[in-house]
Structure formats: C-alpha cells, structure tokens
T-cell receptor, first 113, second 113 residues
Framework: ETGVTQTPRHLVMGMTNKKSLKCEQH?????MYWYKQSAKKPLELMFV???????ENNSVPSRFSPECPNSSHLFLHLHTLQPEDSALYLC????????????FGSGTRLTVV | QKEVEQNSGPLSVPEGAIASLNCTYS??????FFWYRQYSGKSPELIMS????GDKEDGRFTAQLNKASQYVSLLIRDSQPSDSATYLC?????????????FGPGTRLSVLP
C-alpha cells in the first residue's frame, strides 16, 4: 500500500464505548498529525508527532488519547465521547521542514450516538 | 493568533471561465503556502504549493503569492464541473520544526455546466 491509510472509514459508537482510530503512512515521513473537521468549520489541529514524540496538543479533551508507537503508525483512542465529537477525523503525514505539504488519509467519519 | 482567511463562497463560475480564489494570512514570517482541494465527504488533496513571490503554473492551475501584501491566490483556467469542490488555503508557520499549518475555512467553488 502507498500513501496514508486510515481505518475504519466509518464508525458509530455510543457515548460509553471505547474505540480506536488507526493511521498508517507508507511515505517515509517523520511527522504525523490528527485533525478534526466538523461541518462548516475549518480543520482543527488536534495532535502532532515528530519522530513519534508528541510536540503539540491543542487543548484537546482527555477523552481523546493519541498514541504513536513508531513514525509510521498513529492511533487515536476514544472513550466516553459526546455527540458533538461527531466529525470527520483526518490523519496526515509530512516531512519536517518548510517546503513540505501534508498528505492526508481518507479520514474516519465518526458518529457518536 | 495566526489566522488564514478565505471567502467561504460559494463562488459560482460558468464552465470554461477562470475561477479566482483568494487567501490572506496574518503571520508575516510564513514561508510556504499550499492549496488543497476537498470534494464533499473526502479528504483534502494537495494541488499546488508556492514559496516565492510571483506566479507558479501547473496545468490549468496558477498560484500567485505576494508576501508584502500577505496574499496568496489560486486561479483555475478553463473551469470544469469536476473542479467543483472546497479549496483550502494552508500556510506553514515559521516555527522550530516547520511542521505546523494553519488552514483557512475554505472557499466552496461551483462550476456550472
């Protein structure tokens, strides 16, 4: 596989469930990101990892817990979510440095019921 | 607060016309600028990047950058209905890692047959 792969594509979960989103990149990039995209709102940066070390946490509620076991894999663990957390969750990767853009995964459409 | 602003649209143009999408940014130290296209329900895909003042052309797309005015634009020549999407302007911040983007809210483009 090439590019950035996210699973699952769609997820419906209850507020008391625990689930995880997975992201894998096959591009040799050294930074990975989680973004949230809600309807009619800009992309919101959630977490940033450089060489599997977290370098940014944008005041994200603790019910979202990231994990980056190596530079190719990124997880977002979810627990006791709220209906307002329903959104498209996007994983991206990039090389560090000014000249490099992101490559996004296809996203996970999350619905919290 | 680093900001990127775009007109949310929708911008409607007839097929074959030139579509002009505009973006302004607040961080004067920004060095790298990117345009992403996002179809409804899909993830953003990178279409253009620009780093130097002036124009950069790639097929039907031309990116224009004016750092003095903190302004970047995207022109789409010979617009096609398949160009109908939301276009996101992204500015890479000048930080230690060269990793962080700020995304604009996006401009929705509708190309009418």
């Amino acid at each position: 596989e090439t590019g950035v792969t996210q699973t699952p594509r769609h997820l419906v979960m209850g507020m008391t469930n625990k689930k995880s989103l997975k992201c894998e990149q096959h591009l040799g990039h050294n930074a990975m990101y989680w973004y949230k995209q809600s309807a009619k709102k800009p992309l919101e940066l959630m977490f940033v990892y450089n060489f599997k070390e977290q370098t940014e946490n944008n005041s994200v509620p603790s019910r979202f817990s990231p994990e980056c076991p190596n530079s190719s894999h990124l997880f977002l663990h979810l627990h006791t979510l709220q209906p307002e957390d329903s959104a498209l969750y996007l994983c991206a990767s990039s090389q560090l440095g000014q000249g490099y853009g992101y490559t996004f995964g296809s996203g996970t459409r999350l619905t919290v019921v | 607060q680093k900001e990127v602003e775009q007109n949310s649209g929708p911008l409607s143009v007839p097929e074959g016309a030139i579509a002009s999408l505009n973006c302004t940014y607040s961080d004067r130290g920004s060095q790298s600028f990117f345009w992403y296209r996002q179809y409804s329900g899909k993830s953003p895909e990178l279409i253009m990047s620009i780093y130097s003042n002036g124009d950069k052309e790639d097929g039907r797309f031309t990116a224009q950058l004016n750092k003095a005015s903190q302004y970047v634009s995207l022109l789409i020549r010979d617009s096609q209905p398949s160009d109908s999407a939301t276009y996101l302007c992204a500015v890479k911040l000048l930080d230690n890692y060269g990793q962080n983007f700020v995304f604009g809210p996006g401009t929705r483009l509708s190309v009418l047959p």
